[in-house]
């Protein structure tokens, strides 16, 4: 590679500074005011002005000067990085989970290399590598729940949103593409971490996005995340709203993502009583995912999961709103068949859910049974199934069933880090 090591190290850490600004989506004056606003009383005293500040900043970021230690330290603070991360020479260019499939060759290291210090010269052999990227964490994630990943895959939209900014033609509308991708991503792995507030700012940040990019697949689907979102909090109201602004891209969407509005919207419906239009447009939802099933190889990457067993324990999840616990049951009972073992966030969920729809039944030994068999999943991965088994220990108890027990043991190791 051309230039010096000296040179190239000094590229490399400005880069960083200027993707992990940019992945947050700032200015450089919104970075000047929390840099500000991270100082302490001592440190903001002895900082510059506001314009002084904004001149250092772009001297850091075109790596013209190295920042020194009160603005290193203050970087770092901002950023939630290490000085080693942000200044050092790190052995990657690109951090990933450690997966023999993710490993570059030297050719191919040195291509992801080139253009990490120069994004104008990225090429596609580079952009496919990341798109490996994203599919192989989506994969992981679902085993290991968001947690341990979300710090690697926001970095790597930090590389992504760089490469973006520098790329041109049509390999910058590609990338801008995947820097939407990643960002549903990363807001999904937020929503699932119970930060709902950044999933939110990175649900409107992919939505954008993937308008720029003229991507009507993940313009919907991203409505249709938020939409989740929204019912996640009990918002139905506002959970229909986004589903059927999902729905206005009709025409230039699949089937499967036109299913996914369909079914959101439906939940939407359940969540506030509305058994007749939830049920309607759970029907339409299900003609949908049929089509989709006839021609997998037209859905987009992201909707690998989405199938007809699938839609069914969406499907069971409705049917408790509307305190059907019979059709719940059976919904729930025959997706879970079908959902692969290393899914251990969704099996924790929909198995929480199951137990709920056995309570709703009035069966408190399966419901007891089910509980016990995914709790251990639950607070390794997932604190909303913990939520949700809490309320069925609740239940349990009253109905003075024996196995809250050992429920109530399980469950009581989560508890510190809730």
């Not at 991270?38 to 250092?56: V, Y």
């Not at 050092?88 to 990933?96: A, D, N, R």
């Not at 079908?338 to 969704?346: F, I, N, Q």
């Not at 607070?379 to 069933?401: I, Q």
Request: charged share 30%; glycine share 8%; aromatic share 6%.
């Amino acid at each position: 590679m051309e230039g010096s090591g000296e040179e190239l190290f000094r590229l490399q850490w400005a880069r960083r500074l200027r993707e992990r600004r940019r992945a947050e989506c700032w200015s450089q004056k919104d970075l000047v005011r929390r840099l500000a606003e991270t100082a302490d009383e001592r440190t903001r005293s002895r900082l510059p002005g506001r314009e002084s500040m904004m001149r250092e900043i772009r001297y850091h970021e075109s790596g013209r000067h190295r920042p020194g230690p009160i603005y290193t330290e203050l970087y770092c603070r901002v950023y939630g990085m290490t000085e080693d991360e942000l200044f050092g020479i790190l052995s990657e260019p690109v951090p990933t989970v450690a997966l023999p499939s993710l490993a570059p060759d030297a050719d191919l290291y040195a291509r992801i290399t080139r253009a990490i210090v120069e994004p104008r010269r990225v090429d596609d052999a580079t952009i496919h590598w990341l798109e490996r990227c994203l599919a192989e964490h989506r994969r992981v994630e679902d085993s290991t729940g968001s947690r341990p990943l979300l710090p690697v895959v926001r970095a790597q939209l930090a590389t992504v949103a760089g490469l973006a900014h520098g790329a041109e033609g049509g390999r910058g509308e590609r990338l801008v593409g995947l820097a939407a991708e990643y960002a549903q991503f990363v807001a999904w792995m937020c929503q699932d971490a119970g930060d709902l507030g950044a999933a939110l700012a990175w649900y409107d940040r992919a939505h954008g996005w993937a308008l720029e990019a003229g991507d009507a697949l993940l313009a919907a689907t991203t409505l249709s995340m938020r939409a989740h979102q929204a019912w996640s909090i009990g918002d139905g109201r506002t959970c229909v709203r986004l589903a059927e602004a999902a729905r206005l891209h009709d025409g230039h969407t699949t089937p499967g993502v036109r299913g996914m509005a369909a079914q959101m919207a439906a939940r939407g419906h359940a969540q506030m009583g509305e058994a007749r239009s939830a049920r309607t447009l759970l029907d339409e939802a299900e003609a949908l995912i049929d089509r989709a099933a006839e021609r997998p190889e037209d859905e987009p990457a992201w909707m690998y999961f989405y199938d007809d067993g699938w839609f069914a324990m969406q499907r069971g999840m409705a049917e408790i709103e509307l305190g059907a616990g019979d059709r719940a049951v059976r919904l729930l009972e025959a997706g879970l068949s079908r959902l692969p073992e290393a899914y251990r966030r969704d099996r924790a969920w929909f198995g929480s859910c199951l137990a709920k729809a056995y309570l709703l039944k009035g069966d408190a030994e399966a419901a007891a049974g089910t509980a016990l068999g995914i709790a251990a999943d639950a607070v390794a991965v997932n604190a909303y199934a913990v939520r949700e088994l809490r309320e069925v220990a609740s239940v349990l108890r009253d109905t003075r069933t024996p196995a809250v027990r050992d429920l109530d043991d399980l469950l009581a190791t989560a508890r510190a880090g809730d």
